[in-house]
């Protein structure tokens, strides 16, 4: 099936225009919807091949709040480094220009979660502490398939539903009117497919508004299409897949625990999602048993 051909029979719309459509809420939401000004620095610094240690250190350094936030993710416990980190230098000395970078985009995405309770199924503080268990389990996936994207698997499990996000801040009525027509069984589990009742009412669905919200912020495409395809990863580009595919598996792990599961129908884990990236039972196992206590960490740090 062609990616611009996905969603036929369910919408009038192709890709291309589910696209549009999300393109033109993003633009039109972009007033609310921004990063600070230093994260889209910093996005742009690290994606520059002559950019520098010192450069990424100097940037961070002019927001002594976002040092502060950065600093407190390089000492909590997710991390577990065995010394006190003093300075964003000696972080980026040890964990590399990529991982502070995404700390610092990771400690500014948390008050774009906000927005309240929408009705009794949606709750924008819910989908914020789903989108930490998403990423945890993906970073714990990744470490799992010995894989180097960790911190890239993270950021893109903390943004994978944010197009959720652009779709309250672009029309808080028809949301509420999506969770309206959606069906939920006695154990809040969805009956219908979320993406579908999204579309008939918004003509685009979370994953298109994620990406156009990406592609907006010129954030990495590997993480455009984390957003654009973590329910089916089969439809990225080939040599993309990989963090899509994880965000997909944590994004089913996240729902045995609690919280945000509206989009997700069936959360059982197919096999060719494990052999993608070279996981087994036991893999997915060894993530069960670390998860919770990763979580804690990890919201003790992100949340505050």
Known sequence: MSESTQHSGTTAHTHDECMQIAHAAVKQISHIATLPEVTLGIIELV????????????????DPALSARVLKVVNSAFYGLPRQIG???????????????????????AKLFRGGALCDRFDAKDLWEHSIAVATAA????????????????????????????????????????????????????????????????????????EALCEQWKFPRSLALACGHHHDPMLAPAESRQVPWLVF??????????????????????????????????NLAS??????????????????
């Open 47 to 62: 994606e520059d091949p002559n950019s520098s240690a010192q450069d990424l250190n100097e940037l961070i350094g002019r």
């Open 139 to 210: 970073r714990l996936l990744a470490k799992e398939a010995r894989m180097s994207s960790g911190d890239e698997a993270f950021l893109g499990g903390l943004m994978h539903d944010i197009g959720i996000m652009v779709a309250l801040q672009s029309d808080r009525a028809k949301l509420a009117k999506v969770f309206a027509d959606m069906q939920f069984d006695g154990n809040g589990a969805p009956l219908i497919d979320f993406r579908m009742a999204e579309r008939n009412v918004f003509g685009a669905d979370h994953c298109h508004f994620g």
């Open 287 to 304: 993530v069960r048993s670390q998860l919770a206590e990763k979580l804690a960490e990890a919201q003790a740090t992100l949340s505050g």
């Open 249 to 282: 598996i944590a994004d089913r792990l996240a729902t045995e625990l609690h919280g945000f599961r509206a989009d997700i129908v069936n959360r059982s884990i197919p096999r060719e999602a494990l052999e993608s990236l070279g996981l087994s039972e036991a």
């Open 87 to 109: 300075s964003i230098n000696r972080a980026i000395s040890l964990l590399g220009l990529n991982a502070v970078k995404n700390i610092a985009i990771a400690a500014s995405l």
